[in-house]
């Protein structure tokens, strides 16, 4: 199946502190990539659908101007967890697929776990 | 959103097969049911996929019920490797439920 990519893997940074986080789709093109967070021994949530070259989709309570979403490329997606807060430590995990229909298969980066003191 | 609804966790013993049921009773006629499954502190992974008809593919087989309210994902001969969280979501909806917890005994 196709590959997709996070980096970091895992991130520990002090509250008040921007990270940033990379999705790539190392063997297809993706115009479209969605952002997960899951909290322990939680299912995941959807928190924004990332579009290529055009502002990302965000879900209801998501906040737009901390959750920072770019879309660069057909291969790139980053989120950048602004002014970061303990209770943002989470595991971040983003997908991508070939299309958005309902056929398509997503596939699954591994995941960065965040942690914020 | 359509939603699904599985079982909180299931057993099975090593070697033998493992029928995961999945309701979806607010299912669209243009919906795929899709399966993937996460082990801890990794990003799902995909399973299989339908729309209609039964599918099998190495890993699985999806049986979806004529009215498509409800299916099946079926691992023939479960081993260790297979204990995970086995998710089924309608890829419309992209909302992933709680999940079914696989737990598979030697």
């Known amino acids: 199946g196709a590959v997709v990519s996070q980096h970091p893997s895992r991130v520990i940074c002090k509250s008040g502190t921007s990270v940033k986080i990379e999705c790539r789709s190392l063997?297809?093109?993706?115009?479209?990539m969605f952002w997960y967070r899951q909290f322990p021994k939680k299912s995941l949530m959807l928190m924004a659908t990332s579009n290529e070259g055009s502002k990302a989709t965000y879900e209801q309570g998501v906040e737009k101007d901390k959750f920072l979403i770019n879309h660069a490329s057909l291969t790139l997606s980053t989120l950048t967890v602004t002014s970061a807060h303990p209770e943002d430590s989470s595991f971040y995990i983003c997908s991508a697929g070939q299309g958005t229909s309902s056929t398509d298969t997503q596939y699954f980066g591994p995941g960065t776990r965040l942690t914020v003191l | 959103d359509a939603k699904t609804t599985q079982p909180n966790s299931m057993e099975s013993n090593e070697e033998e097969p493992v029928h995961l049921p999945c309701n979806h009773s607010t299912i669209s006629g243009t919906d795929y049911i899709h399966w993937y499954r996460q082990l801890p502190s990794q990003g799902p992974e995909y399973v299989i996929h339908?729309?209609?008809s039964n599918v099998n593919n190495r890993m699985a087989s999806l049986a979806i019920a004529e009215d498509r309210k409800s299916s099946t994902l079926i691992l023939h001969r479960a081993t260790l490797r297979d204990a995970a969280v086995y998710y089924c979501i309608l890829r419309a909806a992209l909302v992933f439920g709680a999940g079914t917890i696989l737990r598979v005994k030697s």
């Open positions: 339908g729309l209609t």
């Open positions: 063997d297809f093109q993706a115009t479209t």
